[in-house]
C-alpha cells in the first residue's frame, strides 16, 4: 500500500474522530443535570439532537473497531505497518479493550443499526449483560488517540499523538462555551 493512500485513509480517520469527540461530548454535556434548564427550554428539540448525537458517536465509534478487509478503520491503517513486531504491539492494546468493544459492537448492531426484537422487547436485560458507561467510551477514545499515534511513529517514523489529545479539549471547550450561550 502507498503512503498517499495512509495519508488518505488517516485524513478520513481523523475527521470522523473530529466528529465522534464533538458527538460524544455534546451529547454528554445536554445529559448533564446541570444543564437541564436548557433541555427543557425545548425538550422536543433537545430530545431529537440528542438522540442523534448518540447514535451517531456509537455508530462511528463502532465503525473505527470494525475488522474487515474492505472498510476503512484503524484495523486498515494496521496494513502499513511493515514491522510484524510493531503491529503485534498495537494489536494487543487493542485486545485488551475486546471486552468493552465486544459491547460496543452489539450496542451498535441491536440498538443502532437494526432493532432487535428481543432487546427491543427487554432493553433492561439488554443493558445490564451489555453495559457501556460514559467511562467506557472515554476508555475507547483515549486508546484511539494512542494507537493512531503508534500507528504514525511507525509508519511515518515520527509520532504525532499530541495532536489527538486536542480533539477532546477543543470538543469539550466548545461544548461549555455553547451551553453558557444557551443557558444567557
Not at 18 to 47: C, H, M, P
Not at 105 to 127: G, M, V
Request: glycine fraction near 2%; charged fraction near 35%.
Amino acid at each position: 500500500m502507498s503512503n498517499k493512500n495512509f495519508e488518505q485513509y488517516l485524513k478520513k480517520i481523523r475527521n470522523n474522530i473530529s466528529n465522534i469527540y464533538n458527538q460524544f461530548y455534546t451529547f454528554k454535556a445536554l445529559r448533564n443535570k446541570d444543564n437541564e434548564e436548557v433541555y427543557n427550554q425545548n425538550k422536543y428539540f433537545w430530545g431529537i439532537i440528542i438522540y442523534s448525537l448518540e447514535n451517531n458517536f456509537f455508530l462511528n465509534l463502532a465503525k473505527l473497531f470494525e475488522n474487515k478487509s474492505d472498510v476503512v478503520s484503524i484495523y486498515s491503517l494496521l496494513d502499513f505497518i511493515q514491522d510484524v513486531k510493531e503491529k503485534r504491539k498495537i494489536e494487543q492494546k487493542i485486545k485488551q479493550y475486546q471486552p468493552i468493544l465486544n459491547r460496543l459492537w452489539k450496542w451498535r448492531c441491536k440498538i443502532f443499526a437494526h432493532e432487535d426484537e428481543e432487546t427491543f422487547l427487554n432493553p433492561k436485560k439488554f443493558y445490564k449483560d451489555y453495559p457501556l458507561k460514559y467511562d467506557d467510551i472515554e476508555k475507547l477514545l483515549d486508546l484511539i488517540k494512542e494507537l493512531l499515534g503508534d500507528i504514525e511513529s511507525v509508519v511515518r517514523g515520527k509520532g504525532h499523538s499530541y495532536c489527538y489529545k486536542v480533539f477532546e479539549k477543543e470538543s469539550q471547550t466548545d461544548v461549555e462555551d455553547i451551553i453558557k450561550k444557551l443557558k444567557k
